[in-house]
């Protein structure tokens, strides 16, 4: 026993004498660069759908056109108030007037309207996410959603964003 044990004592100093190290072994915790992954694709298509658009932020963010903007809308009740004029006019048909989904015309989409009540409440609502939906929409993930960026200015989606933030209120127009 005694012998054995001086054996690998000699052995492991002639590896540090010699300079050997050990055998390289992988790093598990080093995840592959971002742009080579994509969503799992295990998961089926009905489920996949819905959660393309937070995966393909999560793992690539938003166009160099969006990247940190800044919502500029004034926090106040004309903000709110013309926010929600234009949501009832260009959003409500599809996600409905309180933003807990519309007919079921439009829920027989794939993937169907987010429930934008729920959406603006979760981490992921940050300013460039929601102004990016809502500009570029979803011909990309060849989904129903409308690009609004020729048709609503960025101070009106601001506006819009400011609304749904703020409950979905009454607004009386
Ligand atoms: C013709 C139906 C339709 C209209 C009109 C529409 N949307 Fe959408 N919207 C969708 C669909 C379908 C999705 C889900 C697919 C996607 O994310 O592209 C979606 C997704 C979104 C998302 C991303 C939600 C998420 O889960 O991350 C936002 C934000 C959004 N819409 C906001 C708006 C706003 C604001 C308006 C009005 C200016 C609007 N939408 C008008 C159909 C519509």
Partial sequence: MRKRTA????????GV???????????????PAAPER??????????RLPGIR?????????PQAYADARSTAP????????GGRLYKVHCAACHGPEGLGADV???????????????????I?????????????????????PAFKDTLSREEIWKIIAYMR???PETGK
């Fill in 7 to 14: 054996a690998a004592a000699m052995l492991m100093i002639a």
């Fill in 17 to 31: 004498l010699t300079g050997a190290s050990p055998p390289e072994r992988p790093d598990f915790w080093k995840a």
């Fill in 38 to 47: 994509e969503p799992p694709d295990n998961v089926p298509r009905a489920l």
């Fill in 54 to 62: 937070h995966w393909h932020y999560i793992l690539r963010g938003v």
């Fill in 75 to 82: 926090r106040t009740a004309a903000t709110i108030e013309t």
């Fill in 105 to 123: 015309s439009t829920q027989s989409l794939l993937p169907s309207p987010s429930l934008l009540a729920f959406l603006v409440q979760k981490p």
């Fill in 125 to 145: 609502a940050v300013d460039e996410y929601l102004l990016w939906s809502i500009a570029d929409g979803g011909r990309q993930f060849d989904s129903g959603m």
């Fill in 166 to 168: 703020a409950g979905f």
